[in-house]
């Protein structure tokens, strides 16, 4: 006869699974909100990035991954691509030819603005069921957990 699984072990299990579950859906979700406009989730971020860029020259292309959930090299692809869907514009900077910049198209800013009111209204609608404080609670719970896994070389394996 095989030893009862430890309760912290079960526990553990159903909250990667549950939070794995929740993370599929809430990505689906958002895919979904994306497209209405005409973008992929991944392509959302970056969009946004140059959009909250304050510099009417352009965001440096090797800055935009900074602070992104995605790779540095995924970035040249979703620029490319959005770049040829209207809504980005490469320049070269003009104080170093080395340097390419980006920003986002008229168009591009109207898209951005578009789907930036449709995003908040899904986490909206998302975490309905979730008062202020537990919201809050668990916002500080995930970001404990994560900082969690760094420190343990965690995100460094899955990479």
């Known amino acids: 006869m095989t ?3 430890p309760r912290r072990d079960r526990i553990g299990r159903e909250t990667y699974l549950l939070v794995e579950l929740l993370a599929q859906r809430l990505s ?3 895919e979904a909100v994306c497209r209405t406009e ?3 989730a991944a392509q959302y971020p970056v969009l946004w990035v140059t959009c909250l860029h304050n510099d009417a020259a352009g965001v440096p292309m090797g ?3 900074d602070g992104l959930v995605t790779h540095a090299s995924d970035v040249s692809r979703l620029v490319t691509r959005l770049e040829a869907a209207g809504l980005l514009e490469r320049t070269r900077s003009e104080s170093d030819r080395r340097v390419v910049r980006v920003r986002p198209t008229r168009r591009g800013r109207a898209v951005f ?3 930036t009111e449709q995003v908040k209204a899904l986490h909206r609608l998302q975490f309905s069921d979730l008062g202020d404080d537990d ?3 668990l916002r500080a719970l995930l970001n ?3 900082w969690s896994g760094v420190r343990l070389g965690a995100t460094e394996e899955a990479s």
Do not use: C, D, M, V
């Open 3 to 5: 030893a009862p699984e």
């Open 28 to 30: 689906a979700e958002l």
């Open 38 to 40: 005409g973008l992929t």
């Open 63 to 65: 800055s935009i991954s």
């Open 113 to 115: 603005e578009r789907t």
């Open 135 to 137: 919201f809050e609670q």
């Open 144 to 146: 404990r957990a994560f």
